[in-house]
């Protein structure tokens, strides 16, 4: 095939993407492997503007909160969890703590919070239903966004009950959604080579799946960088699109958003490995690879920058092909700081930041909530209301009465 021939089909394939309609698999590895960037992000943008019209680019105030790190799991990216038994590294964060860190985000505004942990061999499957119930009881305007999929398969294995009953218990006790963690790349032949012990691709699925029939919030997310070929980013991509049509036939509801970044390996096994200098991705490798799942992904609504692991300068890019959400201020995150991520320096990015990031890209920033409704526009007529410091946030989320007279309940 000549190279006049393949810029004529990628002509063809991006024309598509302009004119709304669907891509291959074999069409968007073509252009993956072949398209110029900057045709693959104004085909992204429009990709965008086809499900998301407008300038208006969203964020979330909220807390990655991380309930204990013990984890049986071992996986090779790693550098987060502390093997059972290691009383140094290891813990399991207890009632006050955990009710510490969610009052603390509730001051600086935060709607959600997102919890996760390890594979933790000591806790019953009861401790987690007492969790989300005592979180819920005591802060109940807060959102609860916690476990992974493969978490919920480890409780599910511990208590002795199915996926369904395990999520319908969590829900019946204040569980709103699932974050999509422990996806890495949903691709077995990856999997098995650098993640054997936790969750395969079909059950990774087969647990989202329950959460939308149980109607619950759900993202779904990807790491690149392992040594895989594109035919496996591209696995990934095709099989999450097809759950995807399947969930929103069948139940109504699916995946709310994608989130992808380059795995972080400082400090990690791999970082050790023979192949080390072979692992992780460039930033322009990341656009690339966001443009692609934005032009492919057109079921699912919403795509976010990852500031956290890319920086906020490749963030403001990601906006360029075909994001349309900054992420989360953060405010704490643990597992991907601990594996040498931008957050390790400093984990949160206060609103103010967030919206001085978005407007220098070009775009108006938006609070939103997990639904990806909109809370509040800051326009350009309106740069004076930004909140600017934490001492602002503490006096506009108290005057809102979100967490002002909170006593925890045992």
């Known amino acids: 095939m000549t190279e006049a021939h393949i810029q004529a089909q990628i002509d063809q394939i991006l024309a598509r993407v302009h004119d709304g309609g669907r891509i291959s698999y074999d069409d968007a590895l073509l252009v993956y492997q072949h398209a110029d960037l900057l045709d693959l992000a104004e085909a992204a943008n429009a990709r965008r503007q086809q499900l998301v019209p407008g300038d208006t680019v969203t964020y979330l105030i909220d807390r990655n909160i991380n309930y204990t790190n013990v984890c049986v799991t071992d996986c090779q990216f790693c550098n987060f969890y502390a093997l059972p038994g290691d009383a140094e590294k290891g813990y399991v964060n207890n009632k ?27 806790l019953p499957y009861d401790y987690y239903i007492d969790l989300v119930d005592w979180i819920h009881r005591t802060f109940p305007t807060i959102e609860i966004n916690a476990f992974s999929p493969s978490e919920i398969q480890y409780m599910s294995e511990i208590g002795g009950r199915t996926w369904h009953q395990t999520l319908s218990d969590l829900k019946a006790v204040g569980l709103a959604g699932l974050p999509g963690g422990g996806g890495e790349i949903l691709d077995d032949e990856v999997r098995k080579r650098v993640t054997p012990k936790k969750i395969m691709t079909d059950d990774w699925f087969g647990v989202m799946k329950v959460a939308h029939e149980l109607g619950l919030i759900t993202t779904t997310t990807m790491v690149i960088g392992f040594r895989e070929e594109l035919r496996n980013r591209m696995n990934h991509l095709q099989r999450l699109r097809d759950e995807q049509d399947d969930s929103l036939k069948r139940f109504g509801v699916g995946f709310n958003a994608f989130i992808s970044w380059t795995v972080q390996i400082e400090n990690t096994p791999l970082s050790r490995s023979r192949f080390a200098d072979e692992y992780g991705a460039t930033s322009t490798e990341y656009l690339r690879h966001t443009a692609v799942s934005r032009i492919f992904l057109d079921n699912i609504p919403h795509i976010s920058a990852s500031w956290p692991t890319q920086g906020v300068k490749v963030g403001q890019m990601a906006l360029h092909f075909g994001c349309d959400d900054f992420g989360s201020t953060m405010i704490e995150e643990n597992v991907v700081s601990a594996a040498g991520a931008i957050t390790k320096a400093s984990p949160v990015m206060l609103p103010h930041e967030i919206h001085r990031q978005i407007r220098e890209a070009g775009f108006i920033p938006a609070q939103r909530n997990t639904n990806y409704e909109i809370l509040r526009v800051f326009d350009t007529a309106d740069k004076d209301a930004d909140l600017q410091t934490i001492e602002d946030i503490t006096q506009a989320a108290s005057k809102q009465g979100n967490w002002a007279g909170v006593t925890l309940i045992e």
């Not at 935060?110 to 942990?117: E, S, V, Y």
């Open 96 to 122: 006050l703590i955990l009710g510490g860190k969610i009052k603390e985000a509730l001051e600086l505004g935060a709607t959600r919070i997102l919890m996760q942990g390890g594979h933790n061999p000591d």
